[in-house]
């Protein structure tokens, strides 16, 4: 089992980490990418960090929160906390039964064609976005030492099992560009160290429960999986 990526020191332009990673503001907190509700105890000591004001650090908590409390409901196709593995995810919902309520109501149950039942859910789409390009902004900002604060030129949030076999192995398979990271950067130096928790181009936070890529080279593409269902992908300078 992957043990978690590698703590790794940024030695890029240090011009670009004395702000905010998500609105240019002050340095007043430390942002976790991904925060501990996406994660199982024991917590990887390696998370990545980056520099966050204190408002936008807190601010995503909410989102967050449902977020993960959704994808897990999906994958364990019930809302009930008795029956869910995460213990993070089953605690929220006993503590907040508005929440609870929220994604339940996400819930349909449809008969197929073959007079089967199936269920499906109805995602925030907004906040499954605001929490998705969150999470791109910091890896963007941690592995190649290039803050994105402008809007994406492309956000794509879809269930992993959902990409056709052509489509998967695309979004799985890092981009051939031939351009290396900058020098000092974490992606720099990825290249070249050992990493039991990078592999393929992705870096493992924890496995089976969180995994990234950030890909810098004309264009800055980030691409994450949530619990091996939820994957997004978000690309700024389309070229």
């Given at each position: 089992m992957v043990s978690g990526m590698k703590k790794i020191a940024n030695f890029g332009d240090v011009r670009q980490t004395g702000f905010c990673v998500h609105c240019d503001g002050p340095t007043e907190t430390k942002d976790h990418a991904p925060p501990k509700v996406f994660l199982d105890e024991p917590y990887p000591l390696t998370r990545p960090t980056v520099p966050s004001c204190g408002e936008c650090n807190n601010g995503f908590s909410n989102d967050e929160e449902y977020v993960a409390a959704f994808v897990e409901c999906v994958v364990q196709g019930t809302t009930d906390p008795d029956l869910l593995r995460r213990v993070n995810v089953a605690k929220a919902l006993r503590r907040n039964s508005a929440l609870r309520g929220r994604i339940e109501r996400s819930r349909r149950e449809a008969e197929t064609l073959g007079g089967g039942r199936i269920l499906t859910w109805t995602p925030e789409e907004e906040r499954v976005s605001r929490?998705?390009?969150?999470?791109?902004?910091c890896h963007a900002a941690y592995e190649l030492n290039e803050p994105q604060l402008e809007e994406p030129d492309h956000?794509?949030?879809?269930?992993?099992?959902?990409?056709?076999?052509?489509?998967r192995e695309h979004f799985e398979t890092p981009p051939e560009t031939g351009v290396w990271p900058e020098v000092g950067s974490r992606a720099m130096r990825r290249l070249i160290e050992e990493d039991p928790g990078y592999?393929?181009?992705w870096c493992t936070v924890q496995e089976g429960r969180y995994r990234y890529m950030a890909v810098g080279a004309g264009s800055v593409m980030v691409r994450g999986v949530i619990s091996e269902y939820l994957a997004y992908e978000i690309i700024w300078g389309i070229v």
């Open positions: 929490v998705s390009l969150k999470l791109a902004r956000l794509l949030v879809v269930p992993l099992v959902s990409l056709p076999a052509d489509q592999a393929g181009g």
